[in-house]
């Protein structure tokens, strides 16, 4: 079974650039979540959908940041502009809609805010 | 709000048993999960539990008192492999909504 691809691996952009993340989570997960990790502490959830509806976003800054998951699968996150302080790891993960079930995560997009 | 809390860092000695501690204070709850991390790596799925009691799977085993919001892991016959990072995660309720809301973390350190 195909996991939750994520790209890309590794990106370094300038402070006030933008970028853009994609996630391509398992099949038949209807739940995609995208959290933020800096290093040495937890998953931050930032957005989580179901299907191609947002559930939670509250800890997203929505000043800058957006997501969007078209047609329920595909999911893409954006920021702009760019912080230093958004240097981290962003991961995605998806489930099934049952509340029972864990969530898979992907490797991640490492981002560096120079 | 929402506030799961872990310890830092531990360390403990290889073959040996160690607890890792987590309480959490969510508006709502639906279920408490574990997950292990390895530095560089992504979070892969240890255990969950929902009701309280003790789960065991294999060397490892988490525990659930949902009156303390209170669960530990578990880790037996430990292993240098088991050095990680072990994550504390509750699937909290808001506005009718399920959250999967994740603690800072446990670094675990296994030494010979």
């Known amino acids: 079974e195909a996991g939750v691809a994520q790209s890309p691996r590794y990106k370094i952009i300038e402070k006030r650039q933008s970028v853009a993340f994609w996630c391509n989570p398992i099949?038949?997960?209807?739940?995609l979540y995208w959290y933020q990790q800096i290093l040495g502490q937890g998953p931050k959830l930032l957005i989580q959908?179901?299907?191609?509806?947002?559930?939670?976003d509250s800890q997203l800054p929505k000043d800058r940041f957006s997501a969007e998951r078209l047609k329920g699968v595909d999911s893409t996150l954006k920021i702009q502009p760019a912080k230093l302080e958004d240097s981290a790891v962003y991961l995605c993960?998806?489930?099934?809609?049952?509340?029972?079930?864990?969530?898979?995560f992907g490797q991640g997009t490492r981002l560096t805010v120079v | 709000g929402q506030n799961i809390d872990q310890p830092t860092e531990m360390t403990a000695t290889e073959g040996a048993i160690v607890q890792i501690n987590c309480t959490y204070q969510?508006?709502?709850?639906?279920?408490l999960f574990w997950y292990q991390q390895h530095a560089g790596e992504a979070p892969t799925f240890l255990s969950y539990?929902?009701?309280?009691g003790l789960e065991e799977k294999g060397r490892f085993s988490s525990f659930l008192s949902r009156s303390k919001g209170y669960s530990y892991l578990l880790l037996k016959e430990l292993q240098m492999k088991d050095s990680a990072s072990y994550l504390c995660?509750?699937?909290?309720?808001?506005?009718?909504?399920?959250?999967?809301?994740f603690g800072k973390g446990t670094r675990l350190s296994v030494i010979a």
């Open positions: 993960a998806s489930s099934f809609i049952r509340e029972d079930t864990e969530a898979f």
């Open positions: 099949s038949g997960h209807a739940t």
């Open positions: 959908f179901q299907n191609n509806g947002v559930v939670d």
């Open positions: 969510t508006s709502g709850f639906n279920g």
């Open positions: 539990n929902v009701l309280d």
């Open positions: 995660a509750v699937r909290d309720i808001v506005s009718g909504n399920t959250p999967l809301v």
